[in-house]
């Protein structure tokens, strides 16, 4: 009898993104970084490599179900659906699998690349970008797991005034105590022992949890944060969302866990599921107001593939409305303009876009510029999974506050650590950045913005990239949030504990505002123009609503207005973003309409809701 046996090294390398050593593209530190690559690659509990699911070439004629979009929210839904052994579900995805580096938490800031995320430029941007000549970039992942294989893996639900606000313009079941379930049916909280039951739970798929390791300098964080009044908190997701937190990220014995990863890699061996990897949607295939199916490209190829019950999209923010747009959805005018025939006039596709912003502020401490990532952590890091290349450093800290804004009490405002992490570095111990000092920065963002834009299209060429115009900081509000931010921000920077450390402000003025004192609040409402930028945390283009919502895309229950057997989920039916990073609501919304589809295909129900 003869064995097969793959190296972990080699499991599934076919389909996986690029490499770390191409990401980072320094000749002088290739050496260390693809030993880096390679080692993490073997270790199973780290990349899960031969645990990934393997793509099929040619699908099947006919599926139940087609999800487009195998990140944050789509693979819930395909997960979720699948487990109903007589549907068989197709996922559909434009980029590959996510590259073994990708599991390094402390590599997060290094991992960009065309392979795996989408690159835009914003146009006409009048009041944001002013230093590029309005013009932002854009960014959408572009990979299985889709925002939660690149961000800093925040596990932040933010405040549930927003979701009362969702169920308050007329979404049914959208309510915080509705939404709660779903939030605590998703999750395996790994320190349920210390931030409880109530508001956590432990019987879901993805890993929720604290990273093993920290930077000494973020106890330094919560002194100050004690210090300035804001206090400190357990668990921004409990009962005290107010002050500064070492949060929960989602991750695992640190090594990062994406929805694809928790939801995905169980069920690799269902027989009913199929994935198609590095596959873009190029149309939904729409006869008398029914999707039917979904037009994809790949490898050169067109694909015809029908669905016999619905249509999911979960393309993002950007790529959902732009899909609509593509196959007749959207408004008419625009779709004429564009001599696309009109298969339904739908004025809100690709309206209320919307973003968190942010202003990063620099400093500089009394510590030498050393790269934190170097022979010594790595050996620690594949050994126990500890150590610098097992967190995201500062970025694990961050501040809720409120702006005073839109009400009082609203946590709008976070205030975000950033630095002590790992990025592209030689290996070498002791090796330097730079002669200078060590460089921290204290991210201000505002997290309830009022401003909205729009994604359209270019061109009836689905090749063809959309045309995103976000509208940043068009009103004073929006601008004021930031600015209130940066005064938080400067203010925890005064304190003893961080002036302990001579931390300095090493922003250097904008010749642009120069007529306003440097770090005024004057000279901040003008720098925010030229330097703010946005969170790539998209949201609203197909935004969820009642029939008398002129912009409503989709119902409470994500059907599209007007198209049977079609359905929008994820981050683009958001009426108004979460204030936090949306990872965390993106799968709550995925496990929420996969509960939603099965209940209205009979298979499932889940207490005694009742959602219009």
């Not at 999750?187 to 109530?198: A, F, L, P, Q």
């Not at 169980?266 to 949607?281: A, D, E, W």
């Not at 008398?548 to 359905?567: E, F, K, M, Q, T």
């Amino acid at each position: 009898m003869q064995y097969s046996y793959t190296l972990p090294g080699t499991c599934n390398a076919g389909h996986l993104g690029p490499s770390l050593a191409s990401m980072c593209n320094v000749t002088s530190y290739y050496l260390f970084l693809s030993i880096v690559e390679s080692l993490v690659r073997r270790k199973q509990s780290i990349a899960q490599t031969c645990e990934r699911i393997k793509p099929i070439q040619t699908p099947d004629a006919e599926y139940d179900f087609i999800v487009v979009g195998g990140g944050r929210s789509g693979s819930v839904i395909a997960a979720r659906l699948s487990e109903i052994l007589d549907w068989n579900v197709l996922l559909v995805e434009a980029g590959p699998d996510a590259p073994a580096c990708t599991s390094i938490p402390g590599f997060s800031h290094v991992i960009q690349s065309p392979a795996i995320a989408w690159k835009y430029q914003a146009v006409n941007e009048s009041y944001a970008c002013l230093s590029s000549n309005g013009s932002c970039q854009i960014s959408a992942a572009k990979v299985l797991g889709g925002d939660m294989v690149l961000n800093t893996m925040k596990y932040l639900r933010g405040s549930p005034r927003i979701f009362n606000l969702w169920a308050a313009m007329g979404n049914k079941g959208w309510s915080w105590k509705r939404v709660l379930p779903f939030f605590k049916k998703s999750e395996n909280n790994g320190e349920i022992d210390s931030v409880g039951r109530k508001y956590h739970g432990t019987d879901g798929p993805l890993f929720v949890e604290r990273f093993p390791s920290k930077p000494s300098f973020a106890n330094v964080i919560l002194d100050a944060a004690e210090e300035a009044g804001f206090g400190v908190s357990n668990d921004l997701n409990g009962k005290d969302r107010f002050g500064f937190a070492v949060i929960q990220t989602t991750s695992h014995h640190g090594a990062r866990r994406s929805s694809a990863a928790a939801y995905l890699r169980p069920i690799r061996h269902r027989k009913n599921f199929h994935v198609t990897l590095k596959s873009t949607c190029t149309r939904i295939i729409i006869e008398n107001k029914r999707a039917i199916g979904i037009e994809y490209h790949k490898n050169g190829k067109y694909y015809m593939v029908r669905a016999s019950k619905e249509v999911i999209i979960t393309a993002g923010t950007i790529h959902s409305p732009h899909l609509l747009l593509l196959s007749g959805v959207g408004p008419k005018d625009d779709l004429k303009y564009m001599g696309i025939d009109v298969v339904n006039d739908l004025p809100g596709v690709g309206y209320n876009l919307h973003d968190h912003t942010e202003y990063q502020l620099g400093f500089t401490i009394d510590e030498p510029d050393v790269f934190d990532d170097n022979w010594a952590a790595l050996a620690e890091y594949v050994g126990f999974q500890t150590g610098a290349l097992s967190s995201t450093g500062l970025a694990q800290v961050v501040g809720a506050l409120p702006s005073g804004i839109t009400t009082p009490n609203l946590l709008d405002i976070h205030v975000v650590g950033d630095g002590y992490y790992a990025t592209c570095a030689p290996g070498e111990i002791g090796a330097l950045h730079s002669h200078g000092k060590r460089n921290i920065v204290l991210a201000s963002r505002y997290m309830h913005p009022k401003c909205r834009g729009k994604i359209s299209l270019a061109s009836p060429d689905p090749s063809v990239p959309p045309l995103v115009w976000v509208n940043y900081f068009c009103g004073p509000d929006d601008v004021a949030g930031v600015v209130r931010a940066i005064e938080y921000a400067m203010k925890l920077a005064d304190t003893p504990a961080l002036q302990a450390y001579n931390m300095t402000l090493a922003v250097r003025p904008l010749e642009a505002c120069s007529k306003h004192d440097f770090a005024s609040r004057e000279y901040w409402e003008c720098a925010v123009h030229y330097d703010g930028v946005g969170q790539h945390h998209y949201a609203g283009t197909c935004k969820m609503g009642p029939a008398s919502d002129p912009l409503a895309v989709v119902d409470p229950r994500l059907r599209v207005y007007g198209i049977d057997g079609l359905r929008v989920a994820g981050a683009a039916i958001m009426p108004q973003a979460p204030t936090a990073d949306p990872a965390a609501t993106c799968v709550m919304i995925g496990e929420r309409a996969a509960h939603m589809i099965k209940e209205d295909w009979e298979f499932e129900t889940y207490g005694s809701e009742e959602v219009c």
